[in-house]
Each structure stands twice: as C-alpha cells, then as structure tokens.
C-alpha cells in the first residue's frame, strides 16, 4: 500500500492532475458508469433468458416485452448508471460547483444525461447503418464522444454557479410613477 500511496501523492503533484483532475475524476467515474451499465445490461438479458416461455407467450403485453428485452435492459442500465454518475459527481469530482450550484441542478443534470443518451442512440445507429462498423464497438465508440460532452455539461451546466449581483450593488426597484409611465 506505501507504493501505491507514494505513485498516487506523485500524480497529484504533476502540473497535468493539477490542471486537469477534475476530467480525470469525471472519467473514472465514467468508467464506473460504463460498468455498471454492462452489468445491468446483461444482468437484464440474462433474466429475461430464464424464461423462454415468455418469448411464445399468447399474452401480448408479455410477448412485447420479451420481443423489446435490450430496450429495457438499456433503459435500466441508463437509469441505473446514470443516479451512480450524480451522486459520484455530486460528491467527489463537482463538488465545489455543487455547493454552489443553483437549485435545479438535479434537473439539469438528468437532462444533459438524457440529452447524450439521445445522442448515443443517434450514434449506435450512424455506426452500424451508415458506417457499417460492428455493433461490437459501438458503445466503445459512443464513450469517446458523450464523455467530453458530458463533462461540459455537467461542469458548465448541470453545476453551475448560482447567478448573483455583484457584492455591495443593491438593485434599483421598478418603479412606476402617477401617470402610469416608468
């Protein structure tokens, strides 16, 4: 443990970590997201494999179900991933932004969240339709982009500073005079 504590306080004093270690936090929390994700993702899949009865089943509601699995398997695996990444990002990699942050970043957060999962659905599509690669690599492909994207969003939006006057000025009231006129 000394050895990986002494590499660990070498890092942290590097102009680079200095500079850039919040994106470098923002990423390990990405890798945790990405496994999560799978986790869940196949987690779901397997499930729903335990009951090949419901492939043929004559319910309807149950057969589109069982027809729509990887929908919902990546559904949950976005919801899942996504409350890891708020409270990891919340806590450890934002969290002076946080402290700070204007009410409504929980909203703003979960919708520059669902605005990369938009996009990553966009994506998945572009590579195997147009660009003919294998849906093997799309979500490898997808990570590389939505991680810069979601660092810019989360940092620049979702935890943004709350908006205030500047110190020691006291904003005039509107007012209006007798004859209706400003």
């Not at 009951?51 to 559904?75: E, M």
Request: proline fraction near 3%; aromatic fraction near 20%; charge should be positive.
């Amino acid at each position: 443990m000394p050895l990986i504590k002494n590499c660990v306080k070498k890092l942290r004093d590097t102009r680079v970590y200095k500079k850039y270690h919040q994106f470098f936090r923002f990423c390990i929390v990405g890798l945790s997201n990405f496994l999560i994700g799978m986790i869940v993702y196949y987690l779901v899949l397997w499930v729903f494999g335990c009951f090949p009865a419901g492939r043929t089943s004559s319910n309807t509601a149950v057969a589109f179900l069982f027809r729509y699995d990887y929908q919902i398997a990546n559904t949950l695996a976005f919801i899942i991933s996504v409350l890891n990444a708020y409270i990891l990002n919340r806590v450890w990699v934002f969290r002076k932004e946080a402290q700070k942050a204007a009410h409504g970043a929980v909203f703003r957060f979960f919708a520059s969240y669902g605005f990369t999962f938009l996009l990553a659905l966009f994506l998945a599509w572009f590579w195997v339709e147009v660009a003919s690669i294998s849906k093997v690599y799309v979500p490898f492909l997808n990570v590389l982009i939505t991680t810069p994207i979601n660092y810019f969003l989360s940092k620049y939006f979702s935890f943004r500073k709350k908006k205030t006057h500047a110190e020691g000025v006291e904003l005039a009231p509107y007012e209006i005079d007798d004859e209706g006129g400003k």
